[in-house]
């Protein structure tokens, strides 16, 4: 198989399995038909569901089981079709914008019943590729929301996916360190704008289709194939209830491999398809992605080709599988309208058709060779806008180098704080331990210093009880030598009146 393969949502869309399938395709000239598969017959229940030539289509099934099928034409018109079974409803337009160029369209159920649709287009005005996010509930359309802008050609598809409490889930390419890497974001419904991006591992050279598959313990499970210098990968990563990512697996596989990595679960096991030319390689893994282990490879029939299968949730249990890409049958390319019809028709109605392919045959000539001059035309405005998708994305490499140099001065600016910051604490740690230091010195001193106040304190005491006994001693000398003086006086006034008496007796005797 050719591995440049088309837009993913330019693949034939198939429903049911076993015996009773349901194959949707795009023609050469973007008619939408409906094929049945009954009693090993293709049969054509309608060549142009959407009476509208298309440029891609998906689809996506309710808990009910039916078929919400969304198309997309040139012209930024986006049309709906519930339930295209039986008697083919007539097309919804749901959303109409000419200023739009639609380039890639993906939807997806979650419990609460609302179809919630994720498309990249191309402002024709602004020259730059944009996510726009779309919700609707039965006929009730909501205003869509532009998302994000996307860089270059990292914005060639894009897909939406829910877990099972309802939170919605992006996926797109993005341009990191001039590789492409898968962004993984959460989407605010009430706010309308995508989260923290998360950049799936694995740096790419080309462009890849992610699997993914949410399982009943609400554990998102995602593959895909990246390719990087001359060789190929097989990956695979889950992210658990809480939020947490884990169980990553990087394989390599042959550099032929188809980008895109089916996921199934069979019987409770986990499994890992990758195709390289007609060959099928298998990984499986019992313990939920945690240890892996390499099946048989096994041979595909020439005829296969990568489908979109879509199944209820009903029939998944049925079947114990799902997958978003599958390699089966369908009809085939040459198994035109005329020819199904005459294989159920009788023999006597056989010439009546011919003529009649005929005619028509005939009437449709100039509009076959006018839609020919119109896909040449295309082809050379392809040229023309790749052109400028080619300047642009110069003009984008150019601002990205500019924003990465500004990224490198606000790192290095980062740097610098950060070293500040260290240095500041450094500092501050140094002068707390030297605050703590002194802090414990004087407690030390102070307790010194009541150690000897209470000393002084005893002798002071101890002094003022020696000078209240030297008071007393004092006192009582003070008092003897009082009472010396006077008797030293009286012996004197005693001295003096002897000596007086005496003279006057000595005078009285002469």
Request: glycine share 6%; hydrophobic share 35%.
């Amino acid at each position: 198989m050719n591995t440049l393969l088309p837009n993913p949502d330019r693949l034939p869309l198939v429903t049911g399995c076993g015996e009773e399938m349901d194959c949707y395709r795009l023609d050469l000239y973007g008619r939408l038909q409906c094929w049945q598969f009954k009693q090993d017959t293709w049969s054509l229940l309608a060549d142009n569901i959407f009476k509208e030539y298309l440029k891609g289509f998906d689809g996506a099934i309710d808990d009910r089981g039916a078929l919400h099928l969304l198309g997309y034409d040139a012209n930024g018109n986006i049309y709906l079709i519930i339930n295209p079974e039986g008697d083919m409803p007539e097309p919804h337009l749901i959303y109409r914008d000419s200023r739009l160029k639609l380039r890639h369209l993906s939807c997806c159920f979650e419990p609460l019943k609302q179809l919630h649709i994720l498309y990249l287009a191309v402002d024709k005005q602004k020259k730059m590729q944009q996510l726009y996010y779309l919700r609707c509930q039965g006929n009730k359309v909501e205003q869509p929301t532009c998302v994000d802008s996307l860089a270059g050609t990292a914005g060639s598809h894009c897909w939406i996916l829910s877990d099972l409490h309802g939170n919605i889930f992006m996926l797109h390419p993005m341009i990191d360190d001039d590789y492409m890497r898968l962004a993984f974001r959460k989407l605010d419904i009430g706010g309308d704008r995508p989260g923290r991006i998360f950049l799936l591992p694995g740096k790419q050279d080309g462009l890849c289709w992610p699997s993914y598959y949410c399982d009943d313990k609400n554990n998102i499970h995602i593959s895909w194939i990246n390719r990087h210098e001359g060789k190929a990968y097989l990956n695979y990563i889950q992210r658990d209830k809480t939020g947490n990512w884990q169980h990553y697996l990087q394989a390599e596989v042959p550099p032929q491999t188809l980008p895109v990595a089916p996921l199934s679960f069979i019987a409770g096991d986990l499994l890992l398809a990758f195709r390289w030319e007609n060959r099928l390689g298998l990984l499986y893994s019992r313990d939920g992605g945690l240890h892996w282990s390499r099946g048989k490879d096994e041979a595909l029939e020439q005829e296969s080709v990568l489908i979109r299968l879509r199944l209820s949730r009903r029939k998944r249990e049925e079947v114990c599988a799902t997958r978003d890409y599958f390699s089966c049958r369908v009809p085939p390319e040459h198994l035109s309208p005329r020819a199904t019809t005459n294989s159920v028709a009788g023999d006597e109605d056989n010439d009546y058709f011919s003529r009649e392919s005929q005619i028509l045959d005939v009437l449709s000539s100039y509009a076959f060779e006018r839609a020919r001059r119109m896909e040449e035309d295309r082809s050379s405005l392809e040229q023309k806008l790749q052109q400028k998708e080619k300047e642009l994305s110069d003009l984008r490499a150019r601002e990205q180098l500019r924003i990465a140099e500004l990224e490198q001065k606000i790192t290095n600016k980062t740097l610098q704080l950060d070293e500040a910051e260290l240095l500041f604490t450094e500092t501050l740690q140094k002068y707390q331990e030297r605050l703590e230091r002194e802090k414990s010195i004087l407690r030390e001193q102070i307790n010194l210093l009541r150690i000897d106040v209470r000393k002084l304190q005893g002798k002071k005491e101890k002094l003022l009880q020696d000078s209240i006994a030297m008071s007393q001693q004092i006192a009582i000398y003070e008092q003897k030598e009082r009472a010396e003086r006077i008797s030293e006086r009286q012996k004197e006034v005693k001295s003096n009146f002897l000596s007086n008496f005496v003279q006057r007796i000595n005078t009285v005797k002469r």
